[in-house]
């Protein structure tokens, strides 16, 4: 299984940007449905964009949507999260998620994010001013 590394979390003004970045080794994430999952306190977690090697197709949460974008780096074996206009709810500890062997589109994947098999140790993000 892909081992996965992130960072880039950080405290933030709102309106502010962040870039969230996840490093993976042990195996191509080219291969790898990917997703972006956070958790505020108190909260369950919200799976925020996805991004499936099933059927190529993306996701955002309604949340995000126009404010957050999902890429992928493959040459660097890298996938980020650009945050921007960044919100006071947008505060959270983010997780990166992947999995070869799930095939499901990525709205499915972000609306269960259990079905991700690998997951990193997560980044702290908060927007306050």
């Known amino acids: 299984q892909v081992q996965l590394v992130e960072s880039g979390g950080d405290l933030v003004q709102p309106g502010g940007s962040l870039r969230l970045s996840c490093s993976a080794s042990?195996?191509?994430?080219?291969?790898?449905?990917i997703g972006w999952v956070r958790q505020a306190p108190g909260k369950e977690r919200e799976g925020v964009s996805c991004i499936s090697s099933h059927d190529d197709s993306l996701y955002y949460a309604d949340s995000v949507k126009g404010r957050f974008t999902i890429s992928r780096d493959n040459a660097k074996n890298t996938v980020y999260l650009q945050m921007n206009s960044l919100k006071t709810e947008d505060t959270a500890v983010y997780y990166c998620?992947?999995?070869?062997?799930?095939?499901?589109?990525?709205?499915?994947?972000?609306?269960?994010?259990?079905?991700?098999?690998?997951w990193g140790q997560g980044t702290q993000v908060t927007v306050s001013s």
């Open positions: 998620a992947a999995d070869r062997s799930v095939w499901a589109g990525a709205s499915w994947l972000c609306a269960l994010p259990d079905s991700f098999g690998s």
């Open positions: 042990g195996d191509a994430l080219d291969h790898y449905s």
